[in-house]
């Protein structure tokens, strides 16, 4: 006899670089799952069992369930028995207050198809409050029908929040594996999210005691990391004046048995630690002094490495009477937000590239392994597979593929300590 399974139809809004492995990762289960999406080149893409980004196995997956009829990917919202919002949360200019547009958007489309019984639960990263806002949206486009915050356990609609905790170039495993936060409104909420993500999740779901502390969760955690990783970059700084090689600063002070030290590079990046700490901070400007010190050290790195590869240009010029900073080749490596990945969401890498292409008069290599094109911004410069022949040379992002190879000739600027 086959097993009734708890939701046979879920709906994914959003389908980037959470949305989309989700979606699939549900497909894969033998689950009905609509995908919708704003960009029909999106939504044309995955109907074909293809993809438009670079993560492990997620072809395989897209590919598979398309052909299966488990996946498909439409515009327009309908009719399931699970939504999950997965868009993204940007700021509002560049002041890093909080931008839910895109959260209230979502919601507004699919209100019209909600019947009761439904669940809807937030995925996107978002600010202490998001899932409330959510679901009032929810409550004003749909008075016909109850939810969380005005009848409790009795409600039609059922509301929770569990943001995605994957990191990118491993999504496909750690969503199977790695513990799952669920903030229901109410008890029901959070059982029947737990009942939605144990569908593939091995790892645990543990239910926090409100929407509030699994935001505020996520939101820890990505501010952690990123105090962490302005100790180290701030430390590079600090040895880069005291004529200190910081790798092996790090790597000595880590034997310590109580010492884990990150790697220093040339910023943060990424939609989440590059993001979420500010989240923090728009919540509580007064009582977060640290957690915005080390963002703005990890925002001050690009500027500081941008700095070197000017001295770097110098140190060129001088040794070679004759030439001006147009006759001055640079190569730069790499331009994701980390290595092995093509996502360039908030990269330091990408930030430092179009500035060099901005301010250098010369010819610009950039040597990225993971896109077929440059993204917009870069000028003259030009996407090759090796410029051995630069005069100076730039590591920004530590791709495999640029690991074990001596260093160049030339003037070097290594940000991630490959050649170091």
Not at 107 to 129: H, M, N, Q, Y
Not at 250 to 275: E, K, W
Not at 371 to 383: D, I, T, V, W, Y
């Amino acid at each position: 006899m086959q097993t009734q399974l708890p939701f046979r139809r879920i709906s994914v809004i959003g389908l980037g670089y959470i949305g989309l492995p989700t979606a699939a990762m549900f497909a894969s289960r033998k689950i009905e799952v609509v995908g919708v999406d704003v960009n029909p080149h999106t939504v044309d893409t995955i109907n074909r069992g293809e993809i438009l980004i670079i993560e492990p196995d997620l072809d395989i997956v897209v590919q598979a369930t398309v052909a299966q009829g488990y996946l498909r990917a439409t515009t327009v919202p309908e009719s399931a028995e699970a939504f999950l919002i997965a868009v993204p949360t940007p700021f509002k200019g560049d002041n890093y207050e909080p931008d839910l547009s895109y959260i209230e958007a979502a919601s507004r489309a699919i209100a019209p198809v909600l019947k009761s019984g439904d669940l809807v639960v937030l995925e996107s990263t978002s600010p202490v409050g998001a899932t409330i806002a959510m679901a009032n949206w929810l409550a004003e486009a749909r008075s016909d029908l109850s939810f969380p915050q005005d009848e409790g356990e009795k409600s039609d609609i059922r509301i929770a929040h569990c943001p995605e905790r994957v990191l990118p170039g491993k999504v496909m495993q750690e969503l199977i594996t790695n513990d799952r936060i669920i903030g229901g409104m109410t008890r029901r909420c959070s059982r029947e999210a737990a009942l939605l993500y144990k569908m593939f999740v091995s790892g645990d779901c543990i239910v926090a005691s409100s929407p509030q502390v699994a935001e505020m969760a996520k939101l820890t955690e990505n501010s952690f990391r990123d105090v962490n990783i302005a100790f180290a970059n701030e430390l590079s700084l600090i040895c880069d004046m005291l004529e200190i090689n910081v790798w092996e600063l790090i790597s000595l002070a880590n034997r310590h048995p109580r010492v884990s030290i990150l790697q220093p590079g040339p910023g943060v990046g990424g939609h989440c630690i590059a993001v979420d700490p500010w989240f923090i901070v728009s919540s509580a400007p007064d009582l977060t002094r640290l957690i915005r010190t080390a963002r703005e050290v990890n925002d001050s790195k690009p500027e500081w490495v941008m700095g070197k590869v000017r001295e770097a240009i110098g140190a060129h010029l001088m040794a070679n009477p004759g030439q001006s900073a147009a006759d001055v080749t640079l190569a730069i490596y790499g331009l994701a937000f980390k290595p092995d990945i093509d996502d360039l969401r908030e990269s330091p890498a990408l930030e430092i590239a179009r500035d060099l292409a901005t301010t250098h008069p010369g010819m610009i290599s950039i040597i990225e392994p993971n896109l077929e094109a440059l993204p917009s911004g870069l000028g003259r410069a030009r996407l090759v597979s090796s410029a051995d022949d630069a005069d100076v040379h730039v590591m920004l992002v530590n791709h495999r593929q640029f690991l074990n190879r001596p260093a160049p000739t030339g003037q070097c600027v290594d940000t991630r300590g490959v050649w170091s």
